[in-house]
């Protein structure tokens, strides 16, 4: 079992900048993948990042590369995502996810469907306005 807690949602200007925290607790938070995905209202659920386990390998959407970040702090069971140069399309709940089932390293880039992942959180709200 994993159970994920996540913060640091808010309101910010289109071009602001948001960091968003997951804290990971049950399972030995090394031996599992984590992901970050967002939905929006009336849309479906849609993956952003992901790292894996030592957090040497990142993928992100397109949507958001190159201004946003994963990143993942073992020692800490943690999984941050921030996010840079935001824009209204950027708005919606966004949960961290654990993918607890075998990980391939090489694989990472392919996890992208909700189906990929075992454990999700409640979500926090990000907000942009234009």
């Known amino acids: 079992q994993v159970q994920l807690v996540e913060s640091g949602g808010g309101s910010v200007q289109a071009g602001g900048s948001l960091r968003l925290s997951c804290a990971a607790s049950?399972?030995?938070?090394?031996?599992?993948?984590m992901g970050w995905f967002r939905q929006a209202p009336g849309k479906d659920r849609e993956f952003v990042a992901s790292i894996t386990l030592s957090g040497g390998t990142t993928s992100y959407a397109d949507s958001v590369k190159g201004r946003f970040t994963i990143s993942r702090d073992n020692a800490k069971n943690t999984v941050d995502l921030e996010l840079n140069s935001l824009r209204p399309e950027d708005t919606a709940s966004y949960s961290c996810t654990a993918r607890t089932r075998f990980s391939s390293d090489r694989n990472l880039s392919q996890y992208r469907s909700t189906n990929d992942y075992d454990y999700w959180g409640q979500g926090t709200q990000v907000t942009v306005s234009a």
């Open positions: 049950g399972r030995t938070f090394s031996t599992y993948a």
